[in-house]
């Protein structure tokens, strides 16, 4: 997978977490810690090659031939602390 966006250090990773570990109840997500948030985000990334539905549909919208296409390369979307909201191909 060839991810496009990358950073060495997005702004978000100097964010520090807030979460007291082994207390569930003042961890993310149940507080609102902007690093684990961040990290979620960032986590959800696919990090390898996936495969996506590519069928061809008439003019009508009926599907005359089903295949799939393998996605190699995405592009990040960024937030305001360069966090990743989002990712497209
Ligand atoms: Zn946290």
Not at 34 to 44: D, Y
Not at 60 to 89: A, H
């Amino acid at each position: 997978m060839k991810i496009i966006g990358l950073k060495k250090k997005a702004l978000w990773e100097s964010i520090p977490c807030i979460c007291i570990k082994g207390d569930v109840a003042k961890s993310y997500p149940l507080i609102k810690c902007n690093s684990c948030k961040f990290t979620a985000q960032w986590e959800s990334v696919p990090k390898k090659d996936f495969t996506v539905n590519d069928d061809i549909k008439d003019k009508n919208g009926k599907v005359t031939k089903k295949q799939t296409k393998t996605v190699k390369e995405i592009t990040l979307v960024r937030g305001s602390f360069e966090d990743v909201v989002g990712w497209k191909w």
